[in-house]
């Protein structure tokens, strides 16, 4: 018996996206897509978009490695980071040549659709925008902050919480992303830095309504740990709320959150030097939970060895639940 295959679109969140793609993509049940944001101001991507005006390569190089079936040793000369000493310093060598690609053709998709066939890319990796804009917040006391960096490693006051973020100049999403959000089976959300990795993605014209507008079921994996400054003391509630702000209310079926033991100690480690404590749901609010028109599911996603993360194998033993109709 031929069964159709089903669609899995997943919007790119942190860098576990890419071990979760890895493992997703043997499922031979599934076709893939990865939507990628186009908002990266760190570090060497910053560079190449300064001195090349190009689209940040970081997330789109990571995409392409998750879904490509070339061999490790091309894969590690992709991922290769020259040294700080020299002349290329901290760049890697798939950045540049992306860069390279984008300097020879300013056909974003020609460029990336050569790409990923040089590395046999599996399923579709799509940036979210073929524009290029910036990402701003604004912060509880009006003050306003450009640039993925800057929210991520304040020079404000990082007691300050976001109330808003927004692109600029405005931007409209890329026609493929319109279409593949609307053809999915599945559309999955990933945890990752709200404001700077999952918001981004949302910001663009055309993606939120396009998620509405799909009989996709909308997926959301919520974040095992908070992030000082960015969501310094908030509950699961407040992730899903400032996701509801963008995404609009009702498109939510599922929100996924780690219910598993973390250690004292290693909880205690993470607040002494990182402000972070785990990612919760309010024991006065869980009664509340149950009538949302989003099911919550509770399950053990930890992988906590000296870090503390979410597991890819039990991220996706969730997903096959959802494709097998063990969750309803």
Not at 206 to 232: D, L, P, Q, R
Not at 246 to 275: P, T
Not at 279 to 289: A, C, E, G, I, P
Request: with cysteine.
């Amino acid at each position: 018996m031929v069964f159709d295959k089903v669609n899995i679109t997943t919007i790119w969140g942190w860098t576990g996206t890419y071990n979760v793609l890895s493992w997703l993509k043997t499922d031979d049940r599934v076709n893939l897509a990865a939507l990628v944001a186009m908002s990266d101001s760190w570090g060497s991507t910053w560079v190449l978009r300064d001195e090349f005006w190009i689209l940040p390569p970081w997330d789109i190089r990571r995409a392409v490695l998750a879904l490509s079936k070339e061999s490790q040793v091309v894969r590690k000369l992709f991922e290769y980071r020259f040294q700080k000493d020299s002349s290329v310093s901290g760049h890697t060598v798939g950045n540049l040549l992306l860069t390279a690609m984008a300097d020879i053709t300013w056909d974003f998709d020609e460029w990336l659709k050569q790409v990923c066939k040089m590395f046999r890319v599996q399923w579709k990796v799509i940036p979210v925008t073929t524009e290029i804009s910036n990402l701003w917040v604004i912060l509880e006391n009006g003050e306003k902050v450009i640039w993925e960096t800057n929210i991520d490693v304040p020079k404000h006051d990082p007691n300050m919480s976001i109330k808003q973020a927004f692109l600029t100049p405005e931007v409209s999403a890329n026609t493929r992303w319109v279409n593949t959000l609307e053809n999915s089976d599945i559309i999955i959300i990933w945890p990752g830095d709200l404001y700077t990795s999952i918001i981004p993605n949302l910001l663009v014209k055309w993606v939120s309504e396009a998620i509405k507008n799909s009989n996709a079921k909308v997926v959301y994996f919520c974040n095992i740990m908070t992030k000082h400054w960015e969501t310094t003391w908030f509950w699961v509630e407040d992730f899903v709320s400032v996701i509801e702000k963008y995404l609009w209310e009702w498109v939510l079926d599922y929100v996924v959150v780690n219910n598993w033991y973390i250690s004292d100690e290693l909880a205690g480690k993470y607040y002494d030097e990182e402000m972070k404590k785990p990612v919760k749901v309010k024991d006065d609010q869980r009664s509340d939970l149950k009538k949302k028109y989003y099911k919550l599911i509770e399950r053990d996603l930890l992988n906590e060895k000296d870090y503390i993360r979410h597991s890819p194998e039990k991220m996706c033993a969730v997903i096959s639940d959802l494709i097998d109709g063990w969750i309803k």
